[in-house]
């Protein structure tokens, strides 16, 4: 069996570029995508230039403001974002049938067995990137790598608008030296824990042996055991494909024990969850929720549904109780996460003949919901509970 030629496709401060194709004034200058200065939000996207005052995604816009209080800061708009993500993707797509978008700006793409239609994988990720940028002014940074481990590693390190390929044989010396926040899955909190043990690279990681890291964080010391390995199975998924599950999780910035806050980033996840599985047409009959505490234990609970549903009221209600019978540590929570399974795309409610108006009218609402998301971007419009987060 051959070994897989999978890119990691990551456009390049991709909201501040669309600004700047759309007014070229903008081109150097220090650029924040994602708000209103004067008021609440965060940083949506730096341009280079303001980065070097440091400025970052997520941070809040008053803090940017104050690093670089001469920045020209701006709204943004999803519209022409979503339109620019759609022509980067039919792009990618010219090379292969399994693109599995990530986000609006990053994708993988499996080129296995493609070289006899495009040519050997260097040769194609060139092209990929000359075709994004002749076609529509943005740079993009590739990585390419035989998983999806490695290929998201290389993209990062080769950028801004790079290319980077790691040779079948060469992962263990290219993970080697790079600091250990340089595999997915590990932030500031993890990589604080770790350098507590002495381990400061990858290197360090691999040389531990997996029965000390699992009896110390796990699942998550298993995972890290792999990662530092570069070992990943997980295969590219075409969007054709019907997903076995949908799943949202977010590591927090800081450690939180608040449970208002937890179950507002818990709604908001839910929402993103379930805009997705209405974008597909489809329909959940199990709800999974994921607790990590900053010990590093990490803890689930599953509901699953008589009737499967779409509705983020109907869903957020059952995590929400998932959530009150899991909390019950005095230890504060780092990652929340949901997942959506048993996916279906048929649904079907016995109350449904009582209640065709009542159907009709949640229908609607979510439609119309999905509608503005669509036209102005995911949070033009949020739950009250998804909004205590901000």
């Known amino acids: ?113 493609d070289e006899r239609l495009h040519g050997p994988v260097l040769k194609s990720a060139g092209k990929i990137r000359n075709n994004i940028l002749e076609e529509l002014g943005l740079n993009a940074s590739i990585g390419i790598a035989s998983n999806k481990l490695l290929a998201k590693v290389a993209s990062a390190y080769c950028k801004p608008n790079g290319m980077l390929w790691i040779a079948p044989g060469m992962e263990q010396r290219f993970l080697a030296p790079l600091p250990i926040q340089r595999i997915p899955g590990i932030g500031p909190k993890g990589g604080n824990e770790l350098r507590r043990m002495g381990i400061k690279s990858v290197g360090d990681l691999a040389r531990l042996p997996l029965e000390l890291l699992e009896e110390a964080y796990g699942k998550w010391g ?26 949202r999780e977010t590591t927090l910035e800081t450690d939180s024990a608040d449970p208002l806050f937890l179950e507002s980033t818990l709604s908001y996840l839910i929402e993103k969850a379930t805009g997705q599985l209405r974008k597909k047409k489809l329909f959940a009959r199990t709800v999974t929720l994921k607790l990590r505490y900053s010990d590093f234990k990490t803890v689930t609970r599953s509901k699953t549904l008589e009737i499967p549903t779409a509705e983020d009221h109907t869903l957020f209600s059952i995590s929400k109780r998932l959530f009150r019978k899991l909390f019950t540590r005095r230890v504060r929570v780092r990652l929340v996460g949901i997942a959506l399974t048993s996916l279906t795309a048929t649904h079907y409610r016995q109350e449904d003949l009582f209640d065709v108006k009542g159907r009709h009218c949640w229908d609607g609402l979510y439609q119309g919901i999905d509608h503005i998301r669509h036209k102005y971007g995911f949070r033009s419009i949020l739950r009250a509970t998804s909004g205590r987060r901000q």
Do not use: Q, W
């Not at 909201?15 to 004067?38: A, H």
């Not at 965060?42 to 209080?69: D, N, Q």
């Not at 792999?226 to 590219?236: C, D, F, N, Q």
């Open 1 to 113: 069996m051959s070994l897989r030629k999978i890119l990691h496709v990551d456009m390049d401060a991709f909201f501040v570029s669309v600004e700047e194709v759309l007014d070229p004034s903008l081109k150097g200058k220090p650029v924040v995508v994602g708000g209103n200065p004067d008021g609440r939000g965060v940083v949506a996207a730096a341009s280079y230039a303001v980065r070097r005052y440091g400025v970052h995604s997520a941070m809040p816009i008053v803090r940017a403001k104050r690093l670089c209080p001469h920045a020209i800061f701006l709204r943004g708009s999803h519209r022409h974002y979503s339109e620019f993500s759609t022509r980067v993707f039919e792009i990618l797509r010219r090379y292969s049938p399994l693109v599995e978008p990530m986000s609006l700006d990053e994708a993988f793409v499996d080129l296995t067995g």
């Open 222 to 247: 298993v995972s890290l055991y792999r990662k530092s390995r570069g070992i990943s199975e997980s295969p590219v998924i075409g969007e054709a494909e019907d997903p076995r599950s949908i799943s």
